[in-house]
């Protein structure tokens, strides 16, 4: 059970864009469309983004988009907001009824 | 509208147990699968534990197998996580989070409750 692979921190300027890669293996994300992405303000709960690769939840802005490839997922944040500062972490079912997480990747908007 | 309501949490002495509370309300908590994150201080998310929505199936992060025990209480709409023989490697916030479609991802959310590991 190793977590899925995240770079710890992305940045990018106010109306830019940008991508979050979340990196598993043919076990997890490679074999199973069930990806979600969370976000955490500080001192928050985590808040669904992103469920099944590339659903958004209602309420959850279009500004927020999910894709795979391969053993891959990425969520990419278009149109960067000052709002979207948090840490936001990928996870993916594992077979067997167990779930990793990601390790969270830091965004920073400059 | 749904609420997670988590309680339980403190100071516990490593070996010593405790049991971590999480009460739903706006929604029919019996139709549905009910998990545990925990997050350790300037950590990430770790899975812990899921229990399906009538209590019948229960799976486990390797990591607290066997010292862990999720459970349910549909009439209260309460579910539990009994914390066995706690190491300080346990302290945590501790999240009731609500599985979702498949049940495999997490729509709502509780606060958290934090738990520290210490003698």
């Known amino acids: 059970q190793s977590a899925l692979t995240q770079p710890a921190s992305v940045s990018g300027s106010p109306g830019q864009s940008i991508t979050i890669s979340c990196t598993g293996t043919?076990?997890?994300?490679?074999?199973?469309?069930?990806v979600s992405w969370y976000q955490q303000l500080p001192g928050k709960a985590p808040k669904l983004m992103i469920y099944?690769?590339?659903k958004r939840p209602s309420g959850v802005s279009n500004r927020f988009s999910g894709s795979r490839s391969g053993n891959t997922a990425s969520l990419t944040i278009s149109g960067l907001q000052a709002e979207d500062e948090a840490d936001y972490y990928c996870?993916?079912?594992?077979?067997?009824?167990?779930?990793?997480f990601g390790g969270g990747t830091k965004v920073t908007v400059l | 509208q749904v609420q997670l309501v988590e309680s339980g949490g403190g100071v516990v002495q490593p070996g010593r147990s405790l049991r971590l509370s999480c009460v739903a309300s706006?929604?029919?908590?019996?139709?549905?699968?009910m998990n545990w994150v925990r997050q350790a201080p300037g950590k990430g998310l770790v899975w812990v534990a899921v229990?399906?929505?009538?209590?019948?199936?229960?799976y486990y992060a390797d990591s607290v197998k066997g010292r862990f025990t999720i459970s349910r209480d549909n009439s209260k709409n309460t579910v539990h996580l009994q914390v066995n023989s706690p190491r300080p490697e346990d302290t945590a916030v501790y999240y009731c989070?609500?599985?979702?479609?498949?049940?495999?991802?997490?729509?709502?959310w509780g606060q958290g409750t934090p738990v520290t590991v210490s003698s």
């Open positions: 989070a609500r599985g979702a479609g498949t049940g495999v991802y997490f729509d709502y």
């Open positions: 706006g929604f029919t908590f019996s139709t549905y699968a």
């Open positions: 229990i399906s929505y009538d209590g019948s199936n229960q």
């Open positions: 043919s076990s997890d994300v490679g074999s199973y469309s069930l």
């Open positions: 099944e690769v590339s």
């Open positions: 996870c993916s079912y594992a077979g067997s009824s167990i779930v990793l």
